[in-house]
């Protein structure tokens, strides 16, 4: 694997990696209505972690560890806060994974940044939704800014 897409695949786990931490702290301020949904995010990015670590070691790189903890962006004291996060998480990882795919020609990690790129893309519309914004889908996913 090139440099220029280990780098990349490198920030893709550590998106994932705080994206999971988010997650845990989410949880807290949601309803539990949301339960479910939170837990199905938490383990998508696991899996998505898990695989991505697995990609580094078989290309022989070691994966990057994740943090000890993260800043959000702003204090996650209520639901509108925790909505506010969880869809910076997403989005963080799908600008990632976007990263990941212009700096690849490796037909199976493009296949497998696509997936992660439209996953997050989906489970940030799902957000966007619940938190009330409008629109709740970007036009191109994974664009720096969005």
């Known amino acids: 694997m090139p440099e220029e897409s280990v780098a990349a695949v490198q920030a893709a786990l550590?998106?994932?990696q705080a994206a999971i931490?988010?997650?845990g702290l989410v949880s807290a301020f949601l309803p539990e209505e949301l339960a479910a949904t939170v837990d199905e995010g938490a383990t998508a990015h696991r899996n998505r972690r898990d695989e991505t670590a697995r990609l580094l070691a078989d290309a022989g790189r070691k994966p990057r560890p994740p943090e000890p903890a993260y800043v959000p962006p702003e204090p996650v004291t209520d639901q509108a806060s925790a909505l506010t996060v969880l869809v910076l998480a997403e989005?963080?990882?799908t600008v990632a994974w976007r990263a990941v795919l212009e700096r690849t020609d490796d037909r199976g990690l493009r296949d497998s940044a696509l997936a992660a790129l439209?996953?997050?893309?989906v489970r940030a519309t799902r957000w966007r939704e619940q938190a009330g914004d409008t629109p709740a889908a970007r036009a191109f996913p994974g664009r720096p800014g969005d």
Do not use: K, L, P
């Open 91 to 93: 989005t963080d990882t």
């Open 118 to 121: 439209t996953d997050g893309a």
């Open 21 to 23: 931490w988010v997650y």
């Open 14 to 16: 550590g998106a994932e």
